[in-house]
């Protein structure tokens, strides 16, 4: 599963209009952090505060003309300024894409940008040959729900405590997150449970979630 180049990315997520890609750079990691901690101060908490740390970006992340790694971060710029990250994480032996992180500057919010990468980012994940995608999304506000819901994902439901969120100055508490996620091979390299290996409450919800 490699990534793809950003002539390639350019090409399956087309962005709106006078928007680019960008692939991080070793040299654009600090001025990163200071946008993404500008962009989502409640993000100093959690699984995503790693994005607020060199070592995470030196240590994990593939970067420009280096050697690949699980984390890519892209930049989507705009008039030569940061306007968006957006962060996937490749999981090779299980063929799948887990959709890390996307913040979009308070400047360029409603331009549709979270849309296009969560649509685009399905279009990805088959041009390296995943057949699963999934991502996480807050219940805090409703917009990442949204993006997921319009690119066609499914709710799979609802991890409780999975993640720490502020939910008022100074108070930190876990919260709940949304599971969304595509199956991106046919209905029949999908194999369903047998029911004489799952117990009743597990038969029962599994039932009501796929029906049939």
């Not at 962005?15 to 001025?31: D, K, M, S, T």
């Not at 979270?114 to 506000?141: D, H, N, P, S």
């Not at 993006?147 to 100074?170: M, Q």
């Not at 599971?179 to 047998?194: G, H, I, S, T």
């Amino acid at each position: 599963m490699k990534w793809p180049t950003i002539t390639e990315v350019t090409e399956l997520v087309p962005l709106p209009q006078g928007y680019r890609f960008e692939h991080l750079r070793r040299e654009q990691i600090l001025e990163l952090i200071a946008r993404v901690e500008e962009w989502y101060p409640d993000i100093a908490v959690g699984a995503a505060s790693c994005y607020l740390r060199e070592d995470f970006y030196c240590d994990k992340v593939f970067l420009q003309g280096e050697v690949e790694k699980d984390i890519c971060v892209l930049l989507i710029k705009r008039n030569g300024e940061m306007a968006a990250l957006c962060s996937l994480e490749r999981e090779s032996d299980a063929l799948t894409i887990y959709g890390r992180l996307v913040i979009v500057a308070p400047a360029h919010r409603g331009s549709k940008i979270a849309v296009c990468l969560m649509a685009g980012a399905e279009q990805l994940a088959r041009t390296m040959k995943a057949e699963f995608i999934y991502g996480l999304a807050t219940l805090k506000i409703p917009n990442i729900q949204v993006a997921f819901e319009r690119a066609g994902y499914r709710l799979l439901g609802f991890v409780p405590g999975y993640d720490r969120e502020v939910v008022a100055p100074g108070v930190v508490k876990r919260v709940f997150e949304a599971v969304y996620a595509k199956v991106l091979v046919a209905e029949e390299n999908l194999l369903r449970p047998d029911p004489a290996n799952l117990t009743p409450r597990t038969k029962a919800l599994f039932d009501l979630q796929f029906p049939g």
